[in-house]
């Protein structure tokens, strides 16, 4: 059955080579990234409302500004970091609307199947309509200056000019060091803590993904399945976390049967999946063997 706006659009392989420079390299990427941000964005700007288009909209901007916040000084003296507002306010909303749409979608079955239910959720937190999140002036002028930056000429590597490896193993590094930093204390720490984990992977695992022609294949294919099982596990994390603050707090509060026996469940929930969150963050492979290694001829 053909979609009415057409298929949900996922990212595509990297299309960087390694023996680009720093500016040619960045709008290599800028280019992936815009090509999965903009039909996917288009489609929920006209209206669609199928959750997949939603999802894949904001994998895209994550995406995109990962590549601004790691990549930017590619190229020296660039502005690029001033389309950060608009797309941090578009992903800010549509997670709204993801959560919504798929957390309490995903798991009221789940808990009728534990025999748990009606559940009251929280009635005052209006999602954005997310036709109006995606066609914001704002976030269409950055889109607009990114796209035309990204295919502005410049240049291939010069002679004697420095490639940006060096550059990109460090930004790897930094990051995986503040996630392992977090892997054995992970059940400890506070949500809102154990959520910056979470998005220093996402960081990590998309950095890769965007540069991954630039190393050696067999060890980051082997490093990025372990960055995906632990993201898994830590989404799984987040989803309960985000279900238990979407609880009625006027039912807790009011012991309402259904609602607090979901928030026990839920605390279980979360406790077991900390567990395998951290469990998972344990298992990343060195990630300094990964860039130490060139990509074959």
């Known amino acids: ?3 009415k706006y057409g298929n949900p659009v996922v990212a595509r392989a990297s299309t960087v080579t390694p023996g680009l420079g ?7 990427v800028l280019r992936d990234c815009l090509a999965h941000v903009l039909p996917n964005a288009s489609a929920v700007a006209q209206g669609s ?14 995406r995109l500004r990962t590549a601004l916040r790691e990549l930017s000084r590619l190229e020296a003296g660039s502005d690029l970091g001033r389309h950060e507002p608009a797309l941090a306010a578009a992903f800010r909303a549509l997670g709204a609307v993801r959560d919504r749409q798929t957390v309490i ?23 954005p309509d997310s036709a109006t999140v995606a066609a914001e002036p704002r ?21 004697g000019q420095a490639r940006p490896r060096r550059l990109i193993k460090r930004r790897i590094k930094k990051l995986h060091a503040e996630v392992s930093r977090n892997a054995r204390r992970f059940q400890k720490l506070p949500v809102e803590r154990q959520h910056r984990v979470r998005k220093r992977l996402k960081r990590l695992r998309y950095l890769m993904e965007l540069v991954q022609p630039m190393f050696g294949g067999k060890r980051m294919a082997t490093y990025l399945r372990a960055v995906h099982a632990a993201q898994d596990a830590l989404g799984r994390h987040n989803d309960v976390a985000v279900a238990r603050a979407l609880l009625d707090p006027a039912a807790l509060d009011a012991s309402d049967p259904a609602t607090t026996a979901a928030d026990a469940w839920l605390a279980q929930e979360a406790t077991q999946s900390a567990r395998q969150s951290a469990r998972a963050l344990r298992k990343l492979p060195n990630v300094r063997r990964v860039v130490k290694t060139r990509p074959g001829p």
Request: no cysteine; hydrophobic share 50%; charged share 20%.
């Open 105 to 127: 979608a995903q798991l009221e079955p789940t808990l009728n199947r534990a025999g748990i239910g009606p559940v009251r959720w929280r009635s005052g937190d209006a999602a």
């Open 22 to 28: 720093g500016p040619a390299l960045l709008k290599a």
């Open 139 to 159: 976030l269409q002028r950055a889109l607009t200056e990114l796209m035309l930056y990204s295919v502005a000429p410049v240049e291939a590597l010069a002679a």
């Open 1 to 3: 059955m053909k979609r």
């Open 49 to 62: 409302l199928e959750p997949e288009h939603i999802h894949q909209m904001r994998v895209a901007l994550r």
